[in-house]
């Protein structure tokens, strides 16, 4: 009474003739659905005659079971090249060949900076930033430099008016700290400082790195110390430094730093003008008075400082001699010292 093979074959076909998972939907809902043909052929299952319930119950089981698993498998295709048409419309040729878009490095004069600061870092120095605009007290006079004294003719300064100048030196950065932090300390200050100044060698904005240390027992051998490993670090392993004497109002002793000539090893050569060794930085054991204008009594405490010249490192490494090219700008210039460009 129940074609059973004819319902199977229809089925079938009707799923062969399927094309999209929306018509799968509904092909299922057909036969497995609360008024479907499958679900309707199990329902009168029950007014059968006894003796044919077993048979025609299997025969339908079968049915079920087979049709549900086609309808799987076809539901799985449909599911699979739907993926796929939307991979192949979506399809992006990694092969073609663009123009590179040149990327940004970093300025000669950053990398200087930022690798002095790495060095001073790893010694436990902390990074304190200290303001451009700065008055006559912080520039000059805690710095044991007061009005009318010769040494303000070393710094041309720049005078804002109303008691303001430009910064002629990051010192101002040592009184700043010190009038904050007590000791032991142990910073650097790195930043932009102003002098009237213009010609090969020098410009009216240029870039400084102060160093300072502050603590019970600090000696002129531990400047010593600090300043040869920088040294090695900056200019390679075999660099040696020497001292000179020298004057700053703001440390006594006060000394200048040489290096020995990273090109020549200190036989003399063009870059250290024949003599073997370059001046990079002025330094110093900071003077008892500056340490009183802070409040810190120079019987317990002693420190160093020293200061160097960002510009002047840059101009011995890139080995230039007009300081105009790390302004320019010229990307010619700088591409020489992009790293990983
Ligand atoms: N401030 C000094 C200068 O600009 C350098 C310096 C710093 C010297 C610290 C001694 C100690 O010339």
């Known amino acids: 009474m ?61 049915l079920r079971v087979e049709l549900s698993a086609a309808c799987d498998v076809k539901e799985k295709a449909l599911h699979r090249a739907a993926i796929e048409r939307t991979l192949a419309a979506d399809e992006i040729d990694l092969t073609i060949d663009k123009p590179v878009r040149s990327v940004g490095a970093e300025h000669p004069l950053n990398q200087i900076r930022n690798k002095l600061t790495d060095y001073f870092v790893g010694n436990g120095y902390i990074v304190y930033d200290s303001p451009e605009i700065e008055t006559d007290y912080y520039n000059f006079q805690a710095l044991n430099i007061p009005p009318d004294h010769p040494a303000r003719d070393m710094q041309d300064t720049f005078f804002l ?61 531990d400047l010593k110390g600090a300043l040869d490993g920088f040294a090695k670090f900056i200019f390679g392993e075999k660099t040696r430094i020497r001292f000179r004497p020298s004057y700053f109002p703001f440390t006594e002793p006060s000394v200048e730093v040489d290096v020995s000539c990273f090109n020549c090893g200190g036989d003399g050569c063009r870059v250290c003008k024949n003599t073997g060794w370059i001046e990079i930085l002025g330094a110093g054991m900071v003077n008892r008075k500056v340490l009183e204008n802070c409040g810190i009594d120079p019987d317990v405490y002693h420190g160093f400082a020293f200061g160097v010249g960002l510009d002047r490192i840059a101009m011995i490494q890139c080995a230039i001699d007009d300081i105009k090219h790390l302004w320019e700008n010229d990307v010619r210039f700088l591409r020489q010292f992009a790293k990983g460009e």
């Open 2 to 62: 129940y074609d059973i093979q004819s319902i199977r074959e229809q089925m079938l076909a009707k799923l062969e003739g399927v094309s999209t998972e929306r018509e799968i939907a509904d092909l299922k809902s057909t036969m497995f659905g609360k008024s479907g043909t499958v679900t309707g052929l199990m329902r009168e299952l029950k007014d059968l005659p006894p003796d044919q319930k077993p048979r025609a119950g299997k025969e339908i089981n079968d």
């Open 161 to 221: 008016g109303n008691g303001l100048l430009l910064r002629s030196q990051t010192s101002c950065g040592q009184v700043r700290l010190m009038e904050k932090v007590k000791p032991p300390l142990k910073m650097i200050c790195p930043g932009r400082v102003f002098r009237n100044d213009d010609d090969s060698s020098h410009s009216p904005v240029f870039h400084q790195m102060e160093g300072l240390v502050v603590d019970k027992n600090v000696t002129l051998c």
